[in-house]
């Protein structure tokens, strides 16, 4: 499904991403875990296509195609989705219009016709109401006066709807009380199945109490270094990162 | 002064040619009126950026192109009635009077039955029929001092439209007064003259809506003068898509009585040089108006939009709105004045000018003017430019929405705060068509 290799990148001429090697097959669960600023955020926004990024050597390929090459519209259209640690407010925009816009944008790009009004208000109700949000929200321009944990909900919505191939969640679970991780835990299991892969960006070890990962990696320092089974979570949240950082430095 | 503009029009001399036969020349007050305006303009001249009303509009393309007054022209080419642009939602009662390159053209108007109390006829007609109904209004509400382009209207004018409604009556569909231009094979001028009456308590919804029909340059030089008497209310809509050669100078000049209403609205897209000047003087206590616009320039259009509010009376309130995209090396003009007299204590008056650049090359310049005479006044403006949100759109396309579909998305909700203002649902969705063709999504 995804299959990264030797990936370095830098922001500003700084090297942030030094060496990544990752592979996730159809299916797999994988989380990534590891200190601030070591470039988690940073390889999620690389995967969606963010500008700002220059990969300075290794590549990436999604389901075989060499993923840099694309724009962002594309790599999203053939089912790479990513929730944004930081989801992005547009004011002007309701949120129907934009989950409408993108729904029919990629069907369009499958070559399937657009769901008419009725189709689309009849999904998008059945899964709000499955991740427990008001129309309201709905109507309200994107993103624009959500709390935190709605606009990370309001994420979890996207992804439910558009359905994607490869999920990439970065930090969906900072923020959200027990019962709103419950309900973003239930979505992303909803949509797990044998041809679908997650890359699961966290700092607690609690959200994979729910989302039991196949593979947890830690990050550190621009490079992976450290890849184990559920229990590297458990591990992690009692002894920090303090080996990682020091060993690398 | 340049002696390059040879190419000039000398509209003195037209004036001097054209006054014995122009609409009303039995008229003495008339006439008087006529000769004051070309005083005026003689006074002034045409306005150059030196002066500072005309600081960043410069009306050079006026001087290189001499302007046929446009009677002197073969006749316009005939335009279909499946031509005819509108902003009136298709219908059997549609109430329209189209003026072909500044005059009545019967052919495509459709008048219809009025309700009682109101009255729609061209302006030539009027002075003919009724003079002395014009006399009180005309160039009293519009008065031409230190306006050399209104002037030149005043001196020149020859048709255009009267619009009256009686105490109380109610005028609920749209009136469209469409101005066609571009139908000459040369260069021709033309001042149309609109007069609005509105009696106490009564209410009315124009559209004043200008279309160009070709790239042949051309100038309407436009003027319209509106009384909303007590408790009335006038809608405004006016739709500037003038052909991309064309020079386009309106001014709209509002009387508000006590407790009356003024909602106006422009939608700027047409011409190659417009200027939309609205001036509303609030000169009853609790009048209150809006004065919004949107304008979408692209190449190398320049668009002007220049306000006065002039609060006079205790408790009159104003809100203005504008906001401009503009591409290429568009340039936009916001020149925004408040002013609040002398004993108009209790007013309100904000004023919000917003832009989005969508080029590096395209600019605005934006001036606002706040003075303030009085007591107790809550007064505000604000100019903003910006980029498109860069962070708005990756997330758009993260989300698989093709770049220019994004674009499209965030500039149409930029203009959602102006034109969000127009509360007549017809009118407002046909505004959002108009902007939906400008930006390749209709
Ligand atoms: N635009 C930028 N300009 C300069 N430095 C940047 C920029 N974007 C990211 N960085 C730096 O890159 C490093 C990695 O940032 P990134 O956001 O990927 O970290 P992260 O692992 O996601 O951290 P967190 O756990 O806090 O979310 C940080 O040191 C950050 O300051
Ligand atoms: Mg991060």
New binding site residues.
Partial sequence: MLEITNLHAT??G?A?LKGIDLTIQPGEMHAIM?P???????LAYILSGRD?YEVTEGEVRYEGRDLLVMAPEERAAEGLFLAF?YPVEIPGVPNTTFLKEALNAGRKHRGEGPLDAMQFLKLIRQKTQELGMTDEMLKRAVNVGFSGGEKKRNEILQMAVLEPKLAVLD?TDSGLDIDALKTVADGVNALRGPDRSMLVIT?YQRLLNYIVPDKVHV?AQGRIARTGGPELAEELEAKGYAEFTTAAA | MLNGNSGATDFEAVFTDRRASLPGADLAWLSELRESGINQFRRHGLPTPRTEAWKYTNLRPLQKVAFAPSHEVSAPTVVGLDRVPSLLPSGEHVRRLVLTEGRFNPELSSIGDLPPGVSLEPLAQAIRRDPGGLQSYLGRIAHPVGQPMLALNTALMEDGVVLRVGRGAVLSEPVEVLHLGGLSDHAVAYHPRLLVLLEADSRAVLVEHFVGLSEQAYFANAATEIRVAEGARLDHIKVQAEGTAATHLASCHVWLDRQATFIGFSLSLGAQLSRNEVHVRLEGEGARCRVNGAYLMRGKQHCDNTTLIEHLKPETSCREVFKGVLDDQSRGVFQGRIMVHRGADKTDGHQLSKALLLSDRAEIDAKPELEIYADDVKCSHGATAGDIDEQALFYLRARGIPEARARSLLIQAFLDEALDEVGIPALHEALLSRVAAWLGTG
């Fill in positions: 922001v500003d700084k942030i590891g601030n600023g070591s470039g988690k955020s940073t700002g640690q930090e700092h990050l």
